[in-house]
């Protein structure tokens, strides 16, 4: 969380919602577990099972742990991830599935109307979201060119100014 750290609420949060992730990382991972674990159970004796399922589950923690500190822009994959997953999911298959369910009866011209720009809405959040990821992906100092057009209020954000004074901690609002 980026809040900033002199304020007892804001650490107050940043605990709370550590917790949180601890508490409901379980229930979380709890759908991949039982999807990996079946195919476990059947290879090996039923002596070592338990010991295994919880040999797999704390490998499959610890993947994902050294998955979000290895990747260094892990904000970067989860974009990426949920622009073509999301919006897929959301927008693109169910009215395509409605449209596939009910062509065997009468369909009304609004409803397929509907559908297709339910459908299209959905495909251009598709484009766009991943084409904004990946363009940041490939080229993640892209925010900086600003400084080209020697504009130098393109540089400052309201996160540069504390109390109406200049915020010095910033390096490019020194230039």
């Excluded at 399922?53 to 990426?80: G, H, K, N, Q, W």
Aim: hydrophobic share 50%; net charge neutral; charged share 15%.
């Amino acid at each position: 969380l980026n809040l900033p750290h002199n304020a007892w609420t804001n650490q107050m949060v940043k605990i709370l919602y550590s917790f949180g992730v601890f508490v409901t990382y379980s229930i979380q991972f709890f759908v991949p577990a039982e999807i990996i674990l079946p195919a476990l159970k059947s290879r090996v004796r039923e002596r070592w099972r338990r010991p295994c399922e919880f040999t797999v589950r704390a490998l499959l923690v610890c993947l994902t742990c050294a998955t979000a500190v290895l990747i260094p822009r892990l904000d970067l994959v989860i974009s990426f991830v949920g622009a073509v997953s999301s919006s897929a999911l959301a927008l693109i298959f169910p009215p395509l599935v409605e449209l596939i369910t009910f062509s065997d009866k009468k369909l009304s011209l609004w409803m397929v109307f509907k559908d297709i720009s339910i459908a299209l809405v959905g495909f251009i959040g598709f484009l766009a979201g991943t084409y904004v990821t990946v363009e940041e992906i490939i080229y993640p100092e892209a925010n900086f060119l600003v400084r080209d057009t020697g504009d130098a209020a393109a540089l400052f954000n309201t996160t540069d100014f504390v109390s109406g004074t200049l915020n010095t901690s910033n390096p490019l609002t020194l230039l």
